[in-house]
C-alpha cells in the first residue's frame, strides 16, 4: 500500500504564497519522479511542476520564476513552494509520485495525493 498525504493548501490573496507538502509512506523501495498536478473547475488537469530523483526540475510555462518544487528523499516527501500567486493559479493541487515496483523495478505505477484547495482571491 501506497500513500500520499498533503498538506499546506488554503486561502490566500493576491501576490501572496503557500507551501505545499506532500509526504509518501507504504511499502516500496524507491520514488522515481515527483510531480504537482492542478485542476481548475471545468479545466483538464495539467501538470505544474516535476522533479527527477536526482532533483532536475521542470515547470510550466505560467508557474517559472514563481514556483519551486523540491524534495527530500530521506523523508519521501515533495514541496511545492508558491510565490506570487494569481487568482489564475486558484485549482485543486494534486501531488504524483511515480514508484516503481516488480523485481528489477520495471513497472512504474503511478500515484495520488487526495488534492488539497487553493484559492487565490482578494
Known amino acids: 500500500q501506497v500513500q500520499l498525504v498533503e498538506s499546506g493548501g488554503g486561502l490566500v490573496q493576491p501576490g501572496g504564497s503557500l507551501r505545499l507538502s506532500c509526504a509518501v509512506s507504504?511499502?516500496?523501495?524507491?520514488?522515481?519522479?515527483m510531480g504537482w498536478y492542478r485542476q481548475a473547475p471545468g479545466q483538464p488537469r495539467e501538470l505544474v511542476a516535476s522533479?527527477?530523483?536526482?532533483?532536475?526540475?521542470n515547470y510550466v510555462d505560467s508557474v517559472k520564476g514563481r514556483f519551486t518544487i523540491s524534495r527530500d528523499n530521506a523523508k519521501k516527501t515533495v514541496y511545492l513552494q508558491m510565490y506570487s500567486l494569481k487568482p489564475d493559479d486558484t485549482a485543486v493541487y494534486y501531488c504524483n509520485a511515480k514508484i516503481p515496483h516488480g523485481s528489477y523495478g520495471q513497472y512504474e505505477y503511478n500515484y495520488w495525493g487526495q488534492g488539497p484547495q487553493v484559492t487565490v482571491s482578494s
Open positions: 522533479i527527477t530523483s536526482n532533483g532536475i526540475a
Open positions: 507504504g511499502s516500496f523501495r524507491s520514488i522515481n519522479a
